[in-house]
T-cell receptor
Framework: GIQVEQSPPDLILQEGANSTLRCNFS?????LQWFHQNPWGQLINLFY???GTKQNGRLSATTVATERYSLLYISSSQTTDSGVYFC????????????FGKGITLSVRP | NAGVTQTPKFQVLKTGQSMTLQCAQD?????MYWYRQDPGMGLRLIYY???????DKGEVPNGYNVSRLNKREFSLRLESAAPSQTSVYFC???????????FGQGTRLTVV
């Protein structure tokens, strides 16, 4: 099945800094999503982005499907951005499943 | 419109006990999945149902059974709970393959 790798595994930022989170995947995809898991354990949908670029406030995401990677940009980070960021991908194969990376733990310090 | 609802939110079981985790979605989605999340492992697929009336095994199905009761509901059953099944369980749904997936709030299960 598809392999999903995220980097870096951990990230510590000062409030106000910018960051880039990366997701590499091993196969062609027809679904690529970014999630934020908050300290209460909820999975929040950030972006559904199998290709192209989207922006939502201070967050934006870009997926380059031909090169099999996706990037999540966080600008002017806030302490509420802390948590774990997951990338999940669904390959185009008929029997494929939505597969998660292991996550990136982000800590934003005041 | 509640999205994906899981019950219960928390549960403590003794080894050998059984229980059923419930999941319901009100978005008229065809596909529903059950995942478990363990520290450092991301989310791993247990079982899925591509459409009403069908179920298939995922990556880690051992010790679990599922029932797609109708289009709205997909339950996960532990027949004889083991400490290795201590985890956070998430249910997800989406319309069809390739569309955006939506997750429930999770069930935190501890088996002692």
């Amino acid at each position: 099945g598809i392999q999903v790798e995220q980097s870096p595994p951990d990230l510590i930022l000062q409030e106000g800094a910018n960051s880039t989170l990366r997701c590499n995947f091993s196969d062609s995809v027809n679904n690529l999503q970014w999630f934020h898991q908050n300290p209460w354990g909820q999975l929040i949908n950030l972006f559904y982005i199998p290709s192209g670029t989207k922006q939502n406030g201070r967050l934006s995401a870009t997926t380059v499907a031909t090169e099999r990677y996706s990037l999540l940009y966080i600008s002017s980070s806030q302490t509420t951005d802390s948590g774990v960021y997951f990338c999940a991908a669904l390959s185009t194969g008929a029997n494929s499943k939505l597969t998660f990376g292991k996550g990136i733990t982000l800590s934003v310090r005041p | 419109n509640a999205g994906v609802t899981q019950t219960p939110k928390f549960q403590v079981l003794k080894t050998g006990q059984s229980m059923t985790l419930q999941c319901a979605q009100d978005m008229n989605h065809n596909s529903m999945y059950w995942y478990r999340q363990d520290p450092g492992m991301g989310l791993r697929l247990i079982y899925y149902s591509a459409s009403e009336g069908t179920t298939d095994k995922g990556e880690v199905p051992n010790g679990y059974n599922v029932s797609r009761l109708n289009k709205r509901e997909f339950s996960l059953r532990l027949e004889s709970a083991a400490p290795s099944q201590t985890s956070v369980y998430f249910c997800a749904s989406w319309v069809v393959r390739g569309t955006e997936a939506f997750f429930g709030q999770g069930t935190r299960l501890t088996v002692v």
